[in-house]
T-cell receptor
């Protein structure tokens, strides 16, 4: 079975600082990878996803993530955060074996951006 | 993205009563729906997977008689927490998929008093 590890539980940054949230997964086969965001009081939204192709994936709101297969990592980055990026971020992995397979989530990282 | 509506967003119930949570896909047909539970400071834990018209598949450790799931149509799934106890208090989230991608509802905060 797959698993996901997010190293940072709570991150506090000042506006304009750069962001990198770590995500590592364990699974022996091909995977699809996701980052979701949950703004306060709102539902989960997809930030970006990786299925295949270019390992550098660009998502909404200036976020990007890089899939490094050798490191089993899919870290999320943003060059300059804004106060509105305050939210909880979840990394998720799903086996790429046809049909809709179970998605496994990391424990989440709470990002607090200070104006 | 597609819209998944979950209702209610918050519910408080007395211990021993049952609570039903609805999950609707508003603009697509959801052949598969997923129910998650999120504990404070923890990840989303998959409780069960349901395909329209068939019985739900429960994850290990989830009591199927306590968490009744019905997926009677391609746009509606319900989760009923039966004989709720304070330890059932949690955030429940549904997810619906009509193909490869899944979309999430806004979640339901259940408090059992």
């Amino acid at each position: 079975a797959q698993s996901v590890s997010q190293h940072n539980h709570h991150v506090i940054l000042s506006e304009a600082a750069s962001l990198e949230l770590g995500c590592n997964y364990s699974y022996g086969g091909t995977v699809n990878l996701f980052w979701y965001v949950q703004y306060p009081g709102q539902h989960l939204q997809l930030l970006l996803k990786y299925f295949s192709g270019d390992p550098l994936v660009k998502g909404i709101k200036g976020f990007e993530a890089e899939f490094i297969k050798s490191k089993f990592s899919f870290n999320l980055r943003k060059p300059s955060v804004q106060w509105s990026d305050t939210a909880e971020y979840f990394c998720a992995v799903r086996p790429d074996s046809g049909g809709y397979q179970k998605v496994t989530f990391g424990t989440g990282t709470k990002l607090q951006v200070i104006p | 993205g597609a819209v998944v509506s979950q209702h209610p967003s918050r519910v408080i119930c007395k211990s021993g009563t049952s609570v039903k949570i609805e999950c609707r896909s508003l603009d697509f047909q959801a052949t598969t729906m997923f129910w998650y539970r999120q504990f404070p400071k923890q990840s989303l834990m998959l409780m069960a997977t349901s395909n329209e018209g068939s019985k739900a598949t429960y994850e290990q450790g989830v009591e199927k008689d306590k968490f009744l799931i019905n997926h009677a149509s391609l746009t509606l799934s319900t989760l009923t927490v039966t004989s709720a106890h304070p330890e059932d208090s949690s955030f429940y989230i549904c997810s619906a998929s009509g193909g490869i991608e899944a979309f999430f509802g806004q979640g339901t905060r259940l408090t059992v008093v």
